[in-house]
Structures are given as C-alpha cells and as structure tokens.
C-alpha cells in the first residue's frame, strides 16, 4: 500500500494556480520531512519544494520560489504545495515524497513516493 497519495492537478491556464494536497497514511508523518517533486516528459525527475518535520523551514527550486508555497499540517498528515502564476513550464507530474527526519533536495534520499498528479499549464 502506498503510503502517499496526491491529489489536486489538472488544467489550468498560464497564471493560474492549482493546490496540490499530498495525504500520508500508514507512517508517522510528523517524524518526515517532505518534498515535492516534478517530472516533465523526456526529463528527469526534479526537485520543486521540501519543508521540514515541524513546517518551520522550507527550502525552493530558484524556477518555483516566490510562486510556489510548501505547507503542512501534521494534525491532517497532509502535506500542500500552492502554485501560484502557472506557467506553461510547470507543466508535469507532480510527486510527493517523505523523508526520515531531514529534508533533501536529492530524489535518491528519500524514502516514500506517490503515485504523482498531472499538471497541465496551457497558454
């Protein structure tokens, strides 16, 4: 059983935004730290966005900073990711991801994933 399920992408217009939701079961989500990530087709998997056990420290790609917004809420086991003025290169399958204890912005280090939500940014 996947431990992690996103929900939330779609289509959305260039500038527009979508709130990805990312809901834990199965682990103690208040001892991950989480992360979000991205893979366009014929890409790697990138790193988008990460915050750590407790909410207080997050950590950016320089493409998604000051768009994009990482949260959580440990009462929920559910992790967020607001995407704010879209843009046609966002577009994606979007993935969470949990991580014992620290953040990391390396694919490789983390423990769990989701099965991913597509983004789709249109002009």
């Known amino acids: 059983q996947v431990p992690l399920v996103e929900s939330g992408g779609g289509l959305v217009q260039a500038g527009g935004s979508l709130r990805l939701s990312c809901a834990a079961s199965?682990?103690?989500?208040?001892?991950?730290?989480m992360g979000w990530f991205r893979q366009a087709p014929g890409k790697e998997r990138e790193f988008v966005a990460a915050?750590?056990?407790?909410?207080?420290?997050?950590v950016y790609a320089d493409s998604v900073k000051d768009r994009f917004t990482i949260s959580r809420d440990n009462a929920k086991n559910t992790v967020y990711l607001q995407m704010n003025i879209l843009k046609r290169e966002d577009t994606a399958v979007y993935y969470c991801?949990?991580?014992?204890?620290?953040?990391?912005?390396?694919?490789?280090?983390?423990?769990?994933w989701g099965q991913g939500t597509q983004v789709t940014v249109s002009s």
């Open positions: 991801a949990a991580r014992a204890l620290v953040t990391s912005t390396t694919a490789s280090n983390y423990n769990y």
């Open positions: 915050i750590t056990r407790s909410g207080t420290n997050t």
């Open positions: 199965g682990l103690s989500f208040s001892t991950y730290a």
